[in-house]
């Protein structure tokens, strides 16, 4: 009897359509899995090359420096870094054009950074969506397969003069692992999906701050009246 009821035993011996969505299921779980540990990777280099750059802002070095080692590491740096070399280059050319109003030298750095701030987060939030779909949608593909196969016990046994436990237990077996795999499928992502919703926030916050700090030593530098653009 036990071995009749073996995971491996149920998922062989139940119908086509129970099969198709365990199959499916477990494909969903994979890509999943892949996403969760991808975006792990990713979120972590995020936090260390702005938690990098930030340092680097703070420590007495010049923006003209700064911005220079932005430039040429646009391709490789952190979303913070490549905000402030949107800002800082938006901010030159508008001075190069002989502007002098501080309201048109702010409001242009400040889209410039917003701009680049959203594209950095449609970036930084890439998976999310499908992490919150495979935890949504997983449990219901999982209990359609448990009441196709139910439907598919059910209708084996009405040919029987006599049904028992024995008799029934299999079949509900069969079609309860679709839901088991579903829920597999469900928890980590529902989880992984929490957890990297909050990590974004943080990083979210975390870069609207420095938009605004940054704004400030530029507005500072054009109420002063600043020799060079990029002068601190």
């Not at 040429?72 to 054009?97: D, H, T, V, Y």
């Not at 309201?103 to 594209?119: E, H, I, K, P, V």
Request: aromatic share 8%.
């Amino acid at each position: 009897m036990n071995q009749d009821l073996s995971i491996i035993h149920l998922v062989l011996n139940a119908s086509a359509v129970v099969q198709a969505v365990m199959l499916l299921l477990m494909i969903v779980s994979i890509s999943s899995w892949a996403a969760i540990f991808r975006k792990l990777f990713a979120l972590k280099k995020v936090k260390n090359h702005n938690e990098n750059f930030e340092r680097e802002f703070w420590s007495g070095s010049s923006l003209n420096d700064l911005f220079s080692v932005a430039t040429k590491n646009a391709a490789n740096g952190g979303p913070m870094e490549r905000i402030f070399a949107s800002g800082m280059r938006e901010f030159q050319k508008l001075r190069e054009r002989r502007i002098t109003d501080s309201g048109t030298l702010m409001d242009g750095a400040r889209r410039a950074m917003r701009a680049s701030f959203q594209r950095e987060m449609d970036v930084i939030e890439t998976n999310l969506s499908f992490l919150a779909s495979v935890g949504s949608v997983s449990p219901f593909v999982g209990l359609f397969g448990t009441i196709w196969g139910i439907m598919h016990a059910f209708n084996g046994l009405a040919s029987l003069q006599q049904v028992t436990l024995a008799t029934v237990a299999p079949g509900i077996a069969e079609a309860l692992v679709a839901t088991a795999i579903g829920l597999f499928a469900a928890i980590p992502a529902v989880v992984a999906y929490n957890r990297f919703a909050r990590d974004i926030d943080r990083i979210a916050s975390q870069q609207e701050t420095f938009i605004e700090e940054f704004s400030n030593i530029l507005q500072r530098n054009v109420g002063a009246q600043a020799a060079s653009p990029t002068g601190r």
